[in-house]
């Protein structure tokens, strides 16, 4: 199954026509406030059906936080799963979003941060899209959910003919409980999932360029 985003994503964010290929159940959303109370009551099954449900009003807490800094950036589609089976339903969600160079400036510093202090690397042999991985950042003054972990995945795709200035950004949320509520083994494949399907990117029309520079490639 193949996502491609819309005219008014180009025109409001700059980010031209691109393709995804998401697997069977994963569907693209543009970002609502009715998508996200969808969202919070998937994580609350979720954990509901971890028998964890003392971790449900504390989650809720998080995400009206997270909603808020998302409506303050360029978040402008969700890919999410829906209409599967509760034991088939994955902890995992993906962002697109659009990242512009501060005062005109290119992301190459940025991107070059990210490989010294990030640990990224580049996830295809052509080097177009850059990976790392980190935990969920919260908004600012945010506590810390006792019980819930998670793992964050970052890819940057530089947009094409724009000298690395404008960038699509992809972010990709595991929302982990401690303890043995879902196995290692678990979190691994959906990073993988992830990674399957960031790497099934292209533009619509677009040659694909570098991330980095090519001094620096």
Known sequence: MGAMNDLGVELRFGIPAFRLALPPGWVRHVPTNAAQD?????????????????????????????????????????????????????????????????????????????????????????????????????????????????????YLIPVPGTQRRKALVFTTTIVIPDGEVLPTELVDAMELLSDAMISTFTWEQLAEEPAVAEADA
């Open 38 to 154: 969808d969202d919070v009551k998937r994580a609350s099954a979720i954990f509901k059906h971890a028998n964890r449900p003392d971790l449900d009003a504390e989650f809720r807490t998080l995400m009206a936080q997270t909603t808020q800094a998302m409506a303050r950036t360029k978040v402008f589609e969700i890919y999410r799963q829906e209409q599967v089976e509760m034991d088939d339903l994955l902890p995992m969600s993906i962002t697109a979003s659009a990242l512009s160079g501060t005062d005109g400036e290119n992301l190459d510093g940025w991107v070059a941060d990210a490989f010294r202090t990030k640990g990224a690397e580049f996830l295809d042999d052509a080097r177009h899209i850059v990976r790392w991985s980190s935990e969920p950042a919260r908004p600012s003054g945010a506590r810390r959910i006792e019980g819930v972990g998670g793992r964050t995945l970052t």
